[in-house]
């Protein structure tokens, strides 16, 4: 079993930046396909952003050029760069990994970081 720890949130005045972290609590063979995704009050879960083990990317079109997902293999840590951050990014932010260990496949999903942007 994986387990997914994020952090990073918090509250933060529109303009500003935010990097989300997500630490998986064992070492991982691969990552597939990692994820961001996030959840605001009376909405449904939405996605952010994907990375795939090519290297292919996916944003969410409100998020294009503000927000940057990558990776650090060496400390089975994924990232999300939050730049110029909007009221409407409020929200809960979660992580999910699609990944191989030595006990096999499996899809993953951290427990949210809340994510609160000021006007």
């Known amino acids: 079993q994986v387990m997914l720890v994020e952090s990073g949130g918090g509250l933060v005045q529109a303009g500003g930046s935010l990097r989300l972290s997500c630490a998986a609590s064992?070492?991982?063979?691969?990552?597939?396909?990692m994820g961001w995704y996030r959840q605001a009050p009376g909405k449904q879960r939405e996605l952010v952003a994907a990375r795939t083990s090519g290297g292919s990317t996916n944003y969410a079109d409100s998020v294009k050029g503000r927000f940057t997902i990558s990776r650090d293999s060496a400390k089975n840590t994924v990232y999300l760069q939050m730049n110029s951050l909007k009221p409407e990014d409020t929200a809960v932010y979660y992580c999910n990994l699609e990944a191989l260990t030595d006990t096999g496949g499996g899809d993953y999903w951290g427990q949210g970081t809340q994510v609160t942007v000021s006007s």
């Open positions: 064992r070492s991982l063979f691969s990552i597939n396909v």
